[in-house]
């Protein structure tokens, strides 16, 4: 691979220094100019195991900063390196250049014809986005890869991306129809089908060079280019005699855009690009059939796809189980089994008629029944589930990377594709490969087409990258004595870019490099890909080389759950570690980030509302993973996690554990930030601000005593100004009514009852809204529950220590969390449920108290909290809960959901128990974080970013609510940001339910 260090050595004297190339790129363009140790180090890895460092990063605003970044790069002859969403999985989106990012802005539908079915577009565009704007005209494109929630059409381009339906609709270069790029030498081209290219054209002239090239390699490449439909390696020469399965255009005709598909951005960076669109199916069913063993999943796959169907999709029995332990995919995997299957195939019919697809269904059980496996079909006629479990087999890569320890499911042979009457065969002798090198695969992906993504689990920080070499080379050995590609779907890259001349041989190897020289002559285009590639297991290039260590620190939660070792062939794990390096498992906890981008996402879910509203890969859970593994690697310096790189990467993170739910590994960056803001508080001190937040189950007695008092100093403009002024909090925000203290009250003896409960009221709930608790408590008791409440007499409340957490006050935290511990044990051991009503205070107790090391109390108490919508729906389960509820005033309820909520699966059960109140229609808001997060949305500095949160969807939601409509949130913090927000007010469930009893 070319380095910078090496193009500097060769051309000293015309060389600008990078801090020069910085200063112009700045001083010129208009959008983002980063070259900064942390961004460049954000911008270091993608979905592969490889990490090398950009020079810089360009976030261009428009198409004039695009052509202007490339033309001072090349003044400076600094390398150029085109980015999209960074998901690669072989290490095409690193390399030592400038990176342009051309997601922020470069991402505009920019033509489009309906009749003649076609489309222009950015290249930053996601696929998602541009398909959500496609579908009122019924079209779509297509190639539906698993990342399309995050993927961008540049980067699909790039690579030759193919996806889950590539058995009916082909590959990217079967639908590119043109691609606009600018060249190496600064000028601009349009590639399309040759015969359309005038004399002068500049592409004119290429296609004329490279097609000789191709000539004269003809032979060779017959002979050499994989007859299967999955091929993305190298460059499409074959272009020029279409000896693809499915050929490039069904007419024959040339099309020069094709050679630009797949090239990874050597050979130009694309403006715009033409895209053949295809109508979008009205109807889809699924068929999800079950296999005792993984061999006859295998062998069967070529019986289906004579069906025609449009996808035969696998899952393992890895995969199955990996799923079935995330609480957002364990409902939906379960619908799909039948036993315990050892792997599944999704079989998807789809077309303009529901009876023919619903008769295909009906095929496809005949079939399997014809082939000894009769009842093992689950049949999915209805969208919602089929959408769902599609969404489970997308985040697949996701999902095998949840594995905890230092053995991961590693990429690199996951993409070879062989023809599907060897598939089984190949699968077989594959897997012993693996066993004598003792280690397993995991296998999901594209059976349809004998592309299946396996991944052997190796630890790269040991032995793995032995290994891996090894493996690679009997795969090859499995792949030439079938006759298929070794490069399936994936592309290139770091990872197998050695492997295209084993693949094409000498001769098309050097013709290939003959198209890169043509195109780009000072090799300034992505260096060190397709040609002139490093070794795979280079370790200068790994994320993890041999020398990886991190830093000593000891966290302040317990994260050896993930200090654990798997044996890789068995998949046990070991017990979790306790002893050796205190940094090891919050090393392993932040790790688990694979780069797969999948928080890049905007349509649905919690995940990530500072991404949302910056696009800024800082305030992206994976850029904040990214910035916290530099950290602690020691890449970013020595101060560790009180450094002003983590204090900047986690300012607008709002602890909304989006993250602990939509990422498919499970990554919590709020528990990270908890260690974060502790060590700066440790190592720095604490602001009166976190003071003041941290001290308020404290000091809220006496404002709740003196609210008059502080009241009449709100309303003096001046007094008020300067107050907040000092604290730092913003000017717009009123100061939070303390207005009572219902554990103060006196309520009397607790009513004898055959069952009992221990209501906890939360500091919030105690001191600002009361009557939230008196209508709780009403409620309880009115359901025949006899109601405890968490204190004693002469005692301050009870108190989960949130406001310590967020504050940096851990020691006083994990105090206050030991305290209602104690407290509360008595009542679990006989059996008694702990009810909330603030969902980020009771859910402390399911998350952060077990890992204070607490021990076995912890758990008991995680599986003994319940909020009060929980505890609800399960005594109504259990027969125990004669509610006799009436309409209330309001036909319709808007219920806004908190994130904690979300991410714990928890609001289902407020949903069900407003359904319980008759006339009232439930409406849930799709919305991410309110934006006032605690403290968050007082601050000043974060005032705008909260309320630009809260625009996402919250606030206009409401704005379109009849004004009859009772708006519902049970969060304290959801409900004061709707007041500010829109002026209305919105109330806890337990107050509806106390206005619904008879």
């Known amino acids: 691979m070319t380095s910078l260090k090496d193009i500097t050595r060769s051309r000293d004297a015309r060389i600008k220094p990078v801090t020069e190339l910085a200063a112009r790129l700045s001083r010129e363009l208009q959008g983002e100019v980063l070259f900064d140790q942390a961004s460049r180090g954000r ?44 998901t690669s999985q072989c290490g095409q989106t690193v390399g030592e250049a400038l990176v342009i990012d051309n997601t922020r802005w470069l991402n505009k539908v920019v033509e489009f014809d309906a009749e003649a079915r076609t489309v222009v577009v950015e290249p930053g565009i996601v696929l998602d986005h541009l398909n959500a704007w496609l579908k009122p005209h019924g079209l779509w494109y297509p190639v539906d890869v698993s ?69 004269r390699v003809d032979p060779q490449i017959r002979e050499h280019f994989p007859k299967v439909l999955r091929r993305v ?22 099309n020069l855009a094709h050679l630009l598909v797949g090239s990874e951005g050597t050979l130009g960076v694309s403006r715009r690009i033409k895209l053949s669109l295809s109508p979008l199916p009205e109807h889809k069913v699924l068929g999800v059939v079950n296999f005792p063993t993984f061999y ?185 004595e079938y006759k298929g590609a070794y490069s399936g779907e994936h592309g290139d890259g770091l990872c197998r870019g050695e492997w295209v001349a084993w693949q094409f041989g000498s001769t098309v190897n050097d013709a290939f490099k003959e198209v890169k020289q043509l195109f780009d002559p000072e090799n300034l285009f992505n260096p060190g890909k397709i040609v002139d590639t490093p070794k795979m297991d280079d370790e200068r290039y790994f994320r993890f080389p041999s020398s990886y260590q991190t830093i000593p620190l000891t966290p302040v939660f317990d994260w050896s759950p993930w200090d654990v070792k798997r044996d890789p062939l068995t998949g046990e794990q070991s017990a979790p570690g306790t002893g050796g390096d205190a940094t090891q498992g919050l090393a392993m906890a932040v790790e688990m980030c694979n780069n797969n981008g999948h ?11 500072s991404y949302r509203i910056t696009k800024d890969e800082q305030h992206l859970t994976r850029g904040r993973a990214n910035t916290l593994r530099l950290v602690l690697s020691g890449q970013l310096g020595d101060e560790g996690l009180a450094s002003d790189d983590v204090k900047e990467a986690l300012d607008l993170c709002v602890s909304c554990k989006g993250c602990k739910r939509d990422c498919p590994t499970g990554v919590d960056m709020a528990k990270f930030k908890i260690e974060a803001h502790t060590a700066r508080a440790r190592a720095k001190g604490l602001s009166w601000r976190d003071r003041m937040v941290g001290e308020m189950p404290r000091y809220a007695p006496w404002a709740s005593r003196f609210s008059g008092l502080l009241g009449a100093a709100e309303r003096v403009p001046f007094v008020s100004r300067q107050v907040k002024k000092a604290l730092g909090l913003a000017q717009q925000r009123s100061f939070p009514r303390f207005s009572g203290n219902f554990l103060a009250e006196r309520h009397g003896q607790v009513a004898l009852a055959p069952r009992e409960v221990l209501l906890f009221v939360d500091t919030f709930n105690n001191y600002m809204e009361s009557d939230n608790a008196r209508a709780a408590k009403r409620v309880l008791e009115k359901a025949g ?29 994990k105090a206050e969390a030991k305290r209602s511990l104690d407290h509360l044990m008595p009542f679990v051991e006989r059996g008694v449920v702990i009810v909330g009503l603030e969902p980020s205070c009771l859910l402390s107790m399911r998350d952060e108290f077990l890992q204070y090391g607490f021990g076995d109390a912890a758990r008991r108490l995680s599986e003994s909290a319940l909020l009060f919508e929980e505890f609800l729906v399960k005594a109504h389960e259990a027969g125990e809960l004669p509610l006799d509820l009436k309409p209330v005033e309001h036909s319709r309820a808007m219920l806004h959901g908190h994130c904690h909520q979300k991410a714990f699966d928890a609001l289902r059960p407020v949903e069900q128990v407003l359904s319980w109140i008759p006339g009232l229609d439930v409406e849930t808001i799709e919305s991410s974080c309110c934006g006032m997060a605690g403290s968050f949305g007082y601050e000043a500095e974060h005032y705008d970013a909260s309320m630009k949160m809260a625009e996402l969807s919250l606030l206009p939601a409401i704005r379109e609510a009849d004004d009859d409509a009772v708006l519902v949130a049970d969060g304290t913090s959801c409900r004061h940001q709707i007041h500010d927000g829109s002026g209305r007010e919105a109330v806890h469930v337990a107050r509806l339910l106390e206005r619904a009893l008879a």
């Not at 129809?177 to 600064?186: K, P, V």
């Open 785 to 813: 529950y006899r109601v405890h409440l968490n204190v004693k007499p002469g005692e301050r409340p009870l108190c989960c220590g949130r406001t310590y957490l967020s504050a940096g006050q851990f020691d006083k935290a």
């Open 43 to 86: 911008y270091s890895t993608d979905a592969s195991i490889y990490q090398v460092t950009p020079v810089g990063v360009v976030i261009p605003r428009h198409q004039d900063d695009l052509k202007l970044a490339l033309d001072i790069a090349r003044d400076a002859h600094v390398p150029v390196l085109a980015r999209g969403a960074g």
């Open 233 to 254: 390696g190298g460059y499409n020469l074959d272009i020029f005699n279409c000896q693809n399965p499915k050929p490039y255009d069904q007419d024959g005709r040339v």
């Open 599 to 609: 928080c890049r996402k905007f349509d649905a879910g919690t995940m990530c509302p």
């Open 147 to 215: 990342t399309s929630a995050q993927c961008t059409i540049g980067g699909m381009a790039g690579n030759n991306s193919c996806g889950s339906r590539s058995i009916r609709y082909g590959n990217m270069v079967h639908n590119v129809l043109g691609i606009d790029a600018w060249l190496a030498d600064g000028s601009g081209a349009s590639f399309g089908f040759i015969d359309e290219l005038g004399d002068e054209h500049k592409a004119r002239h290429l296609a004329e060079r490279v097609k000789a090239i191709a000539e």
């Open 296 to 480: 006859q999943a295998m062998d069967v796959t070529q019986h289906i796809v004579t069906l025609d169907p449009t996808a035969v999709e696998l899952v393992d029995r890895t995969m199955i189980e990996l799923s079935l332990e995330n609480p957002a995919f364990r409902p939906v995997i379960e619908k799909a089994l039948i036993g315990k299957p050892e792997a599944i195939l999704l079989v998807e019919f789809a077309g303009q008629d529901r009876d023919a697809q619903l008769e295909s269904l009906e095929r496809l059980n005949a079939l399997l029944a014809d082939l000894g496996l009769p009842g093992c079909v689950v049949d999915m006629p209805e969208p919602a589930e089929q959408k769902a479990l599609w969404n489970v087999r997308k985040a697949g890569l996701n999902i095998m990377m949840s594995m905890k320890g230092d053995g991961k499911p590693v990429s690199f042979i996951e993409d070879c594709a062989v023809p599907l009457e060897h598939l089984a065969e190949y699968t077989d002798k594959l897997t012993e490969v693996f066993h004598r090198y003792g280690t397993e695969g995991t296998w999901y992906a594209h059976a349809s087409v004998g592309t299946l993504h396996v991944r052997p689990i190796l630890d790269m920080r040991r032995d793995g990258a032995e290994k891996m070499r090894e493996i690679a080379e009997q795969a090859s050995a499995l792949v030439r």
